[in-house]
């Protein structure tokens, strides 16, 4: 009787040891989701300047909370943050600098979030409406302008590595289905917008091969619109990893009913045309519609997650804490109150 109860400590004690060392060890892989794990996230580039001037984050019991605890209460994984060469002080339109996108890169890896960089090649925000490039390159010759690009991407991916964080993904450009850096790197100069997309994928693969660059476009949708772009960056020889897309439904004047079929096949048609890897890197919702705005997440995960061998990799939305209050802006998904809208509960698995 007293070896059955030695043996029956015995056993238990080694039982809560393994325990003890499976929970470690599952603490260790999951602080940072896995790579090849779906990604859901945020593009938050106005945060710190929110905080900077008082700006103040509550979940939905009115506790205090870090805006990106928020995030990843609600099952956000990855943290998008844009990057300006030489940019103003301006709250809503400047900092994004060098030194600010990788305090923010440190800080939302330390919060166990994975990082995607996005480059502007501009001093503010481009989109299809501006391409404008940095002031300090406004009179360099196109050979000039090459080095710009790659220095500025290297400079940047680098100095995120030497703080200790390694991008997935680097987006080279932001919204460019005319091209960026105009009028060198428009889309009527193909041969040459190629070079400098192939100079910001060169600075990137320089400091690590493994990060995957993103060639985005605007109007996910837009099938024609993206063969046009892709063909052409096909034809041209663009080196490239993920076709990237927006989803603004709101900005095409149509509820996402109407177009989530066509953004669906314009995922698949990229996927298997390209053979490329495809993610929403940019989404949004009314921030009053808060139902509304939670199908339309609900129907843009599903759709990407639908992309046949698993090459849709995520969704992505865009500054969902920048509430009007703060930024004039209506497509977030926070409310007057300072919390979250439960359109972001999309999110959750």
């Given at each position: 009787?007293?070896?059955?109860?030695?043996?029956?400590?015995?056993?238990?004690?080694?039982?809560?040891?393994?325990?003890?060392?499976?929970?470690?060890?599952?603490?260790?892989?999951?602080?940072?989701?896995?790579?090849?794990?779906?990604?859901?996230?945020?593009?938050?580039?106005?945060?710190?300047?929110m905080?900077?001037?008082g700006?103040?984050?509550y979940?939905?019991?009115?506790?205090?909370?870090?805006?990106?605890?928020?995030?990843?209460?609600?099952?956000m994984?990855?943290?998008?943050?844009?990057?300006?060469?030489?940019?103003?002080?301006?709250?809503?339109?400047?900092?994004?600098?060098?030194?600010?996108?990788?305090?923010?890169?440190?800080?939302?890896?330390?919060?166990?979030?994975?990082?995607?960089?996005?480059f502007?090649?501009?001093?503010?925000?481009a989109d299809?409406?501006?391409?404008?490039?940095?002031?300090?390159?406004?009179?360099?010759s196109?050979?000039?302008?090459?080095?710009?690009?790659?220095?500025h991407t290297?400079?940047v991916i680098?100095?995120?590595?030497?703080?200790?964080?390694?991008?997935?993904?680097?987006q080279?450009?932001?919204?460019?289905?005319?091209?960026?850096?105009?009028?060198?790197?428009?889309?009527?100069?193909?041969?040459?917008?190629?070079q400098?997309?192939?100079?910001?994928?060169?600075?990137?693969?320089?400091?690590?091969?493994?990060?995957?660059?993103?060639?985005?476009?605007?109007?996910g949708?837009?099938?024609?619109?993206?063969?046009?772009?892709?063909?052409?960056?096909?034809?041209?020889?663009?080196?490239?990893?993920?076709?990237?897309?927006?989803?603004?439904p709101?900005?095409?004047?149509?509820?996402?009913?109407?177009?989530?079929?066509?953004?669906?096949?314009?995922?698949?048609d990229?996927?298997s045309?390209y053979?490329?890897?495809?993610?929403?890197v940019?989404v949004?919702?009314?921030?009053?519609?808060?139902?509304?705005?939670?199908?339309?997440?609900?129907?843009?995960?599903?759709?990407?997650?639908?992309?046949?061998?698993?090459?849709?990799?995520?969704?992505?939305y865009?500054?969902?804490?920048?509430?009007?209050?703060?930024?004039?802006?209506?497509?977030?998904?926070?409310?007057?109150?300072?919390?979250?809208?439960?359109?972001?509960?999309?999110?959750?698995?």
């Amino acid at each position: 009787m007293k070896n059955i109860k030695v043996k029956f400590k015995i056993m238990a004690m080694s039982v809560m040891a393994l325990t003890l060392f499976s929970c470690a060890n599952t603490q260790k892989t999951t602080s940072i989701s896995k790579p090849g794990s779906f990604a859901k996230g945020a593009d938050v580039g106005w945060l710190p300047q929110m905080e900077a001037t008082g700006y103040k984050f509550y979940d939905t019991d009115g506790t205090e909370k870090d805006c990106l605890q928020l995030l990843k209460d609600r099952g956000m994984n990855t943290i998008r943050l844009r990057v300006f060469v030489n940019p103003s002080d301006d709250r809503a339109s400047g900092h994004c600098s060098k030194e600010e996108t990788v305090a923010m890169a440190l800080r939302a890896q330390k919060m166990g979030m994975r990082v995607m960089i996005d480059f502007h090649y501009s001093d503010s925000w481009a989109d299809p409406a501006k391409q404008f490039k940095p002031a300090a390159w406004a009179n360099h010759s196109f050979p000039e302008l090459l080095n710009d690009v790659y220095a500025h991407t290297f400079d940047v991916i680098n100095a995120l590595k030497v703080a200790g964080v390694t991008p997935e993904w680097v987006q080279v450009g932001n919204e460019i289905p005319g091209g960026m850096m105009w009028p060198e790197g428009s889309t009527k100069n193909w041969p040459q917008l190629a070079q400098l997309l192939n100079k910001g994928y060169e600075g990137v693969k320089a400091v690590n091969k493994n990060i995957k660059v993103i060639v985005h476009v605007d109007e996910g949708n837009n099938n024609e619109k993206f063969r046009t772009f892709f063909d052409n960056a096909t034809a041209n020889n663009v080196k490239y990893d993920v076709i990237g897309l927006s989803y603004y439904p709101f900005w095409i004047k149509k509820d996402y009913t109407e177009t989530i079929a066509d953004l669906e096949y314009n995922l698949k048609d990229m996927a298997s045309r390209y053979n490329k890897e495809v993610m929403i890197v940019e989404v949004g919702g009314i921030d009053k519609q808060v139902e509304n705005t939670y199908q339309l997440l609900v129907a843009t995960i599903k759709a990407v997650k639908d992309v046949p061998n698993n090459k849709g990799l995520g969704v992505l939305y865009w500054e969902p804490q920048g509430a009007k209050s703060w930024s004039g802006y209506s497509l977030s998904a926070w409310g007057a109150d300072g919390k979250p809208t439960a359109a972001l509960d999309a999110f959750k698995e």
